[in-house]
């Protein structure tokens, strides 16, 4: 599948520094991560976009790790709120 992600704020994309996609291979794990050091969102959101479909939200969290379910995996934003990882 391809992931893609946004933060909440991050409308100015030359801020944010992370890789534009990914892909993987079912079973195999993928970690993905979103730098924006000039940007403190309120909330950072990551979202799945499958070719030829619309982006569809998977996570939310303002700070610490927090459970995805769908893909399963985590998120974790930094305590600056200044990065993101997400684990898949």
Do not use: M
């Amino acid at each position: 599948f391809f992931l893609a992600s946004f933060a909440a704020v991050a409308a100015d994309t030359d801020r944010v520094q992370q890789r534009p996609w990914a892909e993987t291979t079912e079973g195999t794990g993928l970690n993905l991560t979103c730098q924006h050091p000039n940007i403190a969102a309120d909330s950072t959101h990551w979202y799945r976009q499958f070719p030829d479909q619309a982006p569809q939200l998977i996570a939310t969290a303002v700070r610490g790790t927090k459970p995805v379910l769908e893909p399963e995996g985590s998120l974790s934003v930094s305590a600056d709120r200044r990065s993101s990882a997400l684990w898949l």
